[in-house]
């Protein structure tokens, strides 16, 4: 079960440093959590082989961002690779209005997502439409502003960093800042820094790991059960493996807790099972048998 801490370069989609990974890795198959924008860099947790089949239980509820923004530019895509319009002559904001601006978006916020987003209208990805220069509505969201702090500020740049709930765009925060000071302003550096519980500082780049030879490329590959520590764990006995395997209610032993919980035999992960309020374990997600070992690159 394999699953590869990404630190994605800048001027690539995640699509693209996801192929790459998986190339150098030797794996047939690949998925990844969280987009990141070709602008930005940081943490890109990628799933590999049956890994893929967590990636919907993967918690991306708090994320931790590292933005830089400049004033007096607008953008059609919010950051500095799209459209721009140059404003002059604005004011420039003191750094006690700019921290008082940030402060302002502490807790919960709506927002609404920016028309060049992955974000789906009736299927379609933002983006496509905008692309063909078609209008469409865009429903304001509700986002959380854990905390955000001021790290540099000199006019026309600052930088600040973000940590947010699921689903928000840190190009439209800016914006929205912006809009507060009677600014234009326009994204020009992102880097995404936690993910949850990960961390940048143990992810790896493209560049690095072409570098390692086979036993240190392994030393960045993670178990599912290493990324998804929310998810509680259970022992199965023998006689029980071929049933669970098979897609059999099993009854559960020793566990108090309903919910999710990944099943295992001698330390051997055999899928996800879902226990119910009679505490019996229904097999959610079982993983295949006779596939090659995901812990061994080729």
């Known amino acids: 079960?394999?699953?590869?801490?990404?630190?994605?370069?800048?001027?690539m989609t995640s699509f693209y440093a996801l192929k790459q990974a998986q190339k150098n890795l030797g794996f047939s198959k690949a998925g990844h959590g969280g987009t990141l924008d070709p602008l930005a860099t940081g943490l890109l947790p990628i799933f590999f082989e049956q890994s893929t089949k967590f990636l919907q239980y993967f918690n991306t509820e708090s994320k931790e961002y590292i933005a830089?923004?400049?004033?007096?530019?607008?953008?059609?895509?919010?950051?500095?690779?799209?459209?721009?319009?140059?404003?002059?002559?604005?004011?420039?904001?003191?750094?006690?209005?700019?921290?008082?601006?940030?402060?302002?978006?502490?807790?919960?916020?709506?927002?609404v997502p920016p028309k060049f987003s992955a974000k789906k209208i009736n299927g379609i990805p933002m983006y496509k439409l905008a692309r063909k220069g078609e209008e469409f509505d865009r429903k304001e969201q509700k986002i959380n502003i854990h905390e955000i702090n001021l790290l540099e500020?000199?006019?026309?740049?600052?930088?600040i960093k973000?940590?947010?709930?699921?689903?928000?765009?840190?190009?439209?925060?800016?914006?929205?800042?912006?809009?507060?000071?009677?600014?234009?302003?326009?994204?020009?550096?992102?880097?995404?820094?936690?993910?949850?519980?990960?961390?940048?500082?143990?992810?790896?780049?493209?560049?690095?790991?072409?570098?390692?030879?086979?036993?240190?490329?392994?030393?960045?590959?993670?178990?599912?059960?290493?990324?998804?520590?929310?998810?509680?764990?259970?022992?199965?006995?023998?006689?029980?493996?071929?049933?669970?395997?098979?897609?059999?209610?099993?009854?559960?032993?020793?566990?108090?807790k309903t919910g999710k919980h990944f099943i295992f035999y001698k330390k051997e992960l055999l899928g996800l099972g879902l226990v119910d309020n009679e505490l019996h374990i229904n097999p959610l997600k079982v993983l295949t048998k006779g596939e090659k070992k995901e812990n061994e690159l080729k």
């Open 1 to 11: 079960m394999s699953i590869l801490l990404l630190n994605k370069d800048k001027g």
């Open 68 to 111: 830089e923004y400049i004033f007096g530019i607008s953008s059609n895509t919010e950051d500095i690779s799209g459209i721009l319009t140059y404003k002059d002559y604005e004011e420039e904001p003191t750094k006690d209005q700019l921290c008082k601006t940030l402060d302002s978006f502490l807790g919960e916020q709506t927002q």
């Open 153 to 159: 500020y000199e006019f026309p740049r600052f930088k």
């Open 162 to 256: 973000v940590c947010c709930s699921k689903g928000t765009y840190i190009r439209t925060l800016g914006v929205d800042i912006g809009k507060r000071l009677n600014q234009s302003v326009s994204l020009c550096e992102l880097q995404r820094t936690k993910f949850g519980h990960l961390n940048l500082d143990d992810s790896i780049s493209l560049s690095e790991l072409k570098n390692l030879d086979k036993n240190q490329k392994m030393q960045y590959v993670r178990r599912v059960e290493e990324i998804l520590i929310d998810i509680p764990q259970v022992e199965i006995r023998s006689s029980e493996v071929k049933k669970f395997q098979n897609g059999c209610q099993l009854e559960a032993r020793e566990i108090e």
